[in-house]
């Protein structure tokens, strides 16, 4: 394992931990680190996370600036699944700044792009937090539409997403929909 790879799973350990200052500091040398194996996606990668770190801790100026310049990259080097992630994370970035507008259309992009690339489940999650945003914007019917779509989409649900779907269905049976 590089050294590159050590540093961005003591990244990945550290944020789970919820120890964001770390997390940021052993990305940043994880991207370093990639940066002089000449791996662009790695680094890349790794600017992403930076971003994630900022969001948590409400950063959100930041966390923007990080993921915008890691989806960039990614789209110069033709990855479109590490796209449509790097867009989905902007779209929590702009829910967070209260720019719906720019969370839908980076949400919308997202789906797109998973759908298009048959990630059903990246699809489907992104779908509910569009959703989430949608029935936060008071687009009760449409949040509940685009909730269904999403959770048709993921195999495996939580708890509250089984119970979601569950009254979706019971919705759609008194309404004479599904």
Same mark, same amino acid.
């Given at each position: 394992?590089?050294?590159?790879?050590?540093?961005?799973?003591?990244? $990945?350990? @550290?944020?789970?931990?919820?120890?964001?200052?770390?997390?940021?500091?052993?990305?940043?040398?994880?991207?370093?680190?990639?940066?002089? !194996?000449?791996?662009?996606?790695?680094?890349?990668?790794?600017?992403?996370? $930076?971003?994630?770190?900022?969001?948590? @801790?409400?950063?959100?100026?930041?966390?923007? !600036?990080?993921?915008?310049?890691? /989806?960039?990259?990614?789209?110069? $080097?033709?990855?479109?699944?590490?796209?449509?992630?790097?867009?989905?994370? /902007?779209?929590?970035?702009?829910?967070? /700044?209260?720019?719906?507008?720019?969370?839908?259309?980076?949400?919308?992009?997202?789906?797109?792009?998973?759908?298009?690339?048959?990630?059903?489940?990246?699809?489907?999650?992104?779908?509910?937090?569009?959703?989430?945003?949608?029935?936060?914007?008071?687009? /009760?019917?449409?949040?509940?539409?685009?909730?269904?779509?999403?959770?048709?989409? $993921?195999?495996? @649900?939580?708890?509250?997403?089984?119970?979601?779907?569950? @009254?979706?269905?019971?919705?759609?049976?008194?309404?004479?929909?599904?």
């Amino acid at each position: 394992m590089s050294t590159a790879n050590e540093l961005q799973q003591q990244g $990945i350990k @550290l944020f789970q931990q919820h120890d964001y200052e770390a997390a940021a500091r052993s990305f940043q040398q994880a991207q370093e680190a990639y940066i002089t !194996e000449g791996r662009t996606d790695m680094s890349a990668e790794m600017q992403s996370n $930076i971003g994630l770190v900022h969001r948590a @801790l409400g950063e959100h100026q930041q966390a923007l !600036e990080a993921m915008q310049a890691a /989806l960039h990259t990614f789209q110069q $080097i033709g990855d479109q699944l590490r796209s449509a992630q790097a867009l989905g994370n /902007l779209g929590g970035v702009y829910v967070a /700044l209260g720019d719906k507008e720019q969370a839908y259309n980076c949400y919308r992009q997202a789906a797109d792009m998973f759908e298009a690339l048959g990630e059903k489940k990246f699809y489907g999650e992104t779908l509910l937090a569009m959703a989430d945003l949608q029935v936060k914007d008071g687009k /009760l019917m449409q949040g509940a539409a685009t909730y269904e779509v999403g959770l048709e989409n $993921i195999d495996q @649900l939580n708890a509250s997403q089984k119970v979601l779907k569950g @009254l979706l269905g019971i919705k759609n049976r008194l309404t004479g929909g599904k």
